[in-house]
């Protein structure tokens, strides 16, 4: 079977689902299981994994037995904000140490802080983390992060929130071809569709959750997303036919026709 690798481990689904944005745990909890997803993201400062006694917290919904956590540094502006927030996920989850690292810029567009970022991850890295990074569409920069040794390099394909798919499939396509550790689209997915060509395009994975959580049915959609990245590894695995530009070509053979 066609597995995910990350960090030594296989995972059969290639969707890996945020879990912040539901109503409320049980609808995150349905929505994860629609999914198929093995490796859900947490944002360690904005869900409850046990740092609130006395209140609900994901565990409870989604055993760590069950799902590989993925702590986050969603809403951290700085390196030392994220590496605080990771030293503090791995405390809380008892010595985890795959990680999704994000630094961002600003509030506005929530486009990520390159250099604040590769700064977190040498510091995470030298301490022992397996870090899986958010970033741009800039193939040098990615190119940087792999041979700094982070296991899976994380570009957006538009800005966190947006829905506006891949905006740039061409700066995508040279990080696919160019890197060795796993490439997984994360930011900007708005619907099936577009998980389809992110996956289409060569992608290890994809990762989202405003597409999911935001959706008017949000379980209907996580299953829709399901269906979409396994269409679309199918079809690269395949192979598409070549595009032919201005030469048709009949479906069907054209030598034995019935009476010719």
């Not at 961002?104 to 990520?112: C, E, I, K, S």
């Amino acid at each position: 079977m066609d597995k995910l690798g990350i960090a030594g481990r296989e995972y059969t689904s290639r969707l890996l689902v945020g879990t912040g944005k539901y109503r409320d745990f049980d609808q995150t909890r349905q929505a994860v299981e629609a999914s198929g997803a093995e490796i859900v993201t947490v944002a360690i400062r904005r869900t409850n994994i046990g740092q609130i006694a006395g209140e609900p917290s994901l565990l409870d919904a989604l055993p760590p037995n069950r799902y590989t956590y993925l702590p986050n540094t969603a809403g951290c502006y700085t390196a030392d904000e994220a590496v605080r927030t990771l030293r503090l996920a791995r405390e809380l989850l008892d010595g985890h140490e795959l990680v999704k690292l994000e630094v961002l810029g600003d509030p506005h567009t929530l486009y990520p802080n390159v250099i604040e970022t590769l700064k977190a991850a040498k510091t995470l890295i030298h301490e022992g983390f397996k870090v899986m990074v958010y970033t741009s569409d800039d193939p040098i920069v990615a190119r940087e992060f792999e041979a700094m040794g982070c296991v899976a390099v994380m570009p957006l394909a538009s800005l966190i929130g947006s829905g506006m798919g891949i905006l740039n499939p061409w700066n995508l396509q040279i990080i696919i071809n160019e890197l060795k550790v796993p490439v997984i689209v994360d930011a900007g997915v708005g619907t099936a569709s577009d998980a389809a060509i992110a996956m289409e395009l060569g992608c290890a994975g994809v990762l989202m959750n405003t597409a999911i959580a935001a959706a008017q049915d949000p379980v209907r959609m996580a299953g829709a997303m399901k269906l979409a990245v396994t269409a679309g590894r199918q079809a690269y695995l395949a192979g598409r036919m070549p595009k032919k530009i201005y030469t048709a070509s009949p479906s069907s053979p054209g030598t034995g026709i019935i009476g010719s």
